[in-house]
């Protein structure tokens, strides 16, 4: 399923769901004037939502929250809060650290949110 979602009929859809989000249309309006089914719909809307918590928890990354201009900034480097209430600053020149820091504070977050380890 991989290769699929990586296939141009996936970045067709994923256009067509960012068509979706930007209007106000129901899901059969909006099918209606794509040319597409309704069930078509639903199905790439569940595989292309699916699709990024795949690759997180393949590559040992859990989703977090990047602060932008609702958070603080940080020059050439980011800004993370977790779901636990966890907040971090890193520099990002240094990858090998980034990632080493952010496996750790996960970690620790998961233990106090009383999620046991990651």
Request: hydrophobic content about 40%.
């Amino acid at each position: 399923m991989a290769g699929l979602l990586n296939s141009g009929k996936a970045r067709e859809w994923q256009r067509r769901m960012e068509r979706f989000e930007e209007g106000r249309q129901s899901v059969a309006e909006f099918c209606r004037k794509e040319g597409v089914s309704a069930p078509s719909f639903y199905q790439w809307r569940k595989r292309l939502t699916q699709r990024p918590a795949a690759a997180e928890e393949a590559a040992g990354f859990r989703p977090v929250r990047l602060a932008g201009t609702n958070g603080p900034l940080v020059a050439a480097g980011v800004a993370v809060q977790l779901p636990g209430g966890t907040q971090l600053q890193v520099p990002t020149s240094d990858r090998r650290a980034l990632r080493l820091v952010i496996d750790t504070l996960a970690r620790a977050d998961a233990q106090r949110a009383g999620g046991g380890p990651c």
